[in-house]
């Protein structure tokens, strides 16, 4: 048998492999390095043995222990929704006074109710809720329907001339298009209105007469409005579809219809008392 060559240099034996004139030295793997190796191969058989680990055909290995991280995570859930169900309950028999005033149940409508808004009402008013041209500001004291909890309860509950028997609904003339007033009547009124809201703007002639005769028995002798009937305010200078000339002329002459959904039937009730009180919250409920 051959003698193992030896590096003169360092005395180690050789592998016998040589490239380009360097020798590859049989160096031993360091002790610590194989027990390392040796304890995780050990640790892998014994994983296999009482863990899932091998993939089948149409399944998987359950081990001796038929752990399931799948099946965890569901009895979390599960009791994250038993959770959620006896909350739910809760705000369905509760009125909308006593959620206010228990800080568990309001702070439960609270995180509920923001997830709702982003999904079914951020579209249209917006992710903080200022609304647009068209889409109420949420976050003022301008409120067509009513402001109070109740008010806002009942408009998400029947919606806005929606599709359903109790929708809230006022329909304002097309005062142009119906021929009511003529072009000139409605530029004598548009002024008349602007002035309601703006002292700098002086009341035209005629201008009083034309607004008790077709707008006061809605937004009131005073034009402040009236919430029962839908009627805007028309003194405070917040204005839905613009307060511009051209706007209000539009108004006046075409009348608006705007729509918003009813969500009762699309959402569950405690889902919209969630939402009445987020939507109360945010600064311009009444």
Not at 73 to 87: W, Y
Not at 110 to 132: L, P, R, Y
Not at 276 to 281: F, L, P, T
Request: charged share 20%.
């Amino acid at each position: 048998m051959a003698t193992p060559e030896r590096d003169e240099i360092s005395g180690v034996e050789t592998t016998g492999h040589e490239w380009d004139g360097i020798k590859e030295l049989n160096n031993p793997l360091p002790r610590w390095w194989l027990w390392t190796l040796y304890v995780t191969i050990i640790w892998a058989v014994i994983y296999m043995i009482f863990m899932p680990a091998w993939p089948l055909i149409s399944d998987h290995t359950k081990g001796i222990l038929g752990y399931s991280q799948r099946a965890a995570v569901e009895e979390q859930l599960d009791k994250v929704r038993m959770e959620r169900a006896a909350k739910g309950e809760q705000l369905v028999n509760a009125s909308l006074a006593d959620i206010q005033s228990n800080p568990d149940l309001l702070q439960f409508a609270m995180a509920g109710g923001k997830a709702a808004f982003g999904d079914n009402c951020a579209g249209c008013h917006g992710s903080g809720a200022a609304g647009a041209p068209g889409y109420p500001n949420l976050n003022d004291d301008d409120w067509i329907w009513g402001g109070t909890l109740e008010d806002i309860h009942v408009t998400l509950l029947y919606g806005i001339r929606a599709m359903h028997d109790d929708t809230r609904l006022s329909d304002m003339p097309a005062f142009l298009k119906d021929e009511i007033l003529e072009k000139e009547q409605i530029s004598t009124l548009v002024t008349y209105v602007q002035s309601l809201s703006d002292p700098s703007i002086a009341a035209p002639a005629g201008g009083a007469e034309l607004y008790d005769e077709n707008c006061a028995s809605c937004h009131m002798d005073d034009g402040k409005g009236n919430t029962e009937l839908g009627s805007p305010n028309l003194t405070d200078g917040i204005w839905l579809y613009g307060g511009d000339r051209a706007s209000i002329a539009e108004t006046i002459s075409y009348s608006r219809m705007g729509v918003m959904p009813n969500w009762d039937g699309r959402l569950d009730p405690a889902t919209i008392k969630s939402l009445a009180i987020y939507v109360h919250s945010l600064g311009g409920g009444q």
